[in-house]
């Protein structure tokens, strides 16, 4: 898996997922075997994400590697690999967890997170991440949760599977 760092949503499109991906350098790329310049386009799969109350359809691309034949999707860092909770909604409900303030807000700016949902982030949080997080000091943030998160552990904030993860840094993408 690559994970594009982007700290701004713009706009949520295909449209603009295309134009981050006909952004990329592909031959910056690495792939999880460690080479670099080996990833062409093979594939796409759907990923359902949710976003201000409705369900969005994002076909995510993947690559495969020219000399290890392994495959890894390309995902904005906004998107959490196998969640469909956008990250700065993942930190809003933890953040609203640890200052112990009621989840309504987060509840009624989108209608598709509920009480289910809370739970499981809360539940995975306190499993897998607060501890890694209070061992480095990170703050949790967009930005810098994500770049540390991938530092110290080379996965998203709040990616529980340990797949693996490259992050992949350009300044000229947003």
Same mark, same amino acid.
């Given at each position: 898996m690559i994970t594009i760092f982007s700290t701004i949503i713009k706009s949520f499109s295909q449209n603009s997922y295309?134009?981050?991906?006909?952004?990329l350098p592909f031959h910056r790329l690495s792939c999880s075997c460690g080479q670099k310049g080996c990833l062409i386009k093979h594939a796409y799969y759907k990923r359902f994400i949710k976003i201000s109350g409705k369900l969005y359809e994002l076909k995510i691309l993947r690559l495969i590697c020219k000399c290890c034949g392994k495959t890894e999707s390309?995902?904005?860092s906004w998107i *959490?690999?196998?969640?469909? =909770?956008?990250? %700065?909604?993942i930190i809003t409900v933890i953040q609203t967890y640890l200052k112990k303030l009621p989840f309504e807000?987060?509840?009624i700016n989108n209608l598709l997170i509920d009480e289910s949902n809370i739970r499981y982030i809360i539940r995975q949080f306190n499993r897998h991440w607060?501890?890694?997080?209070? *061992?480095f000091k990170i703050p =949790?943030?967009? %930005?810098f949760t994500t770049i540390m998160s991938f530092k110290k552990y080379n996965r998203q904030f709040m990616q529980i599977k340990s797949t693996s993860n490259?992050?992949?840094?350009?300044?000229h993408i947003t």
């Open positions: 295309n134009t981050m991906i006909d952004h390309v995902l904005p *959490v690999p196998y969640s469909q =909770i956008l990250l %700065k909604d807000n987060i509840m607060r501890e890694r997080l209070a *061992v =949790i943030n967009h %930005k490259i992050l992949f840094n350009n300044t």
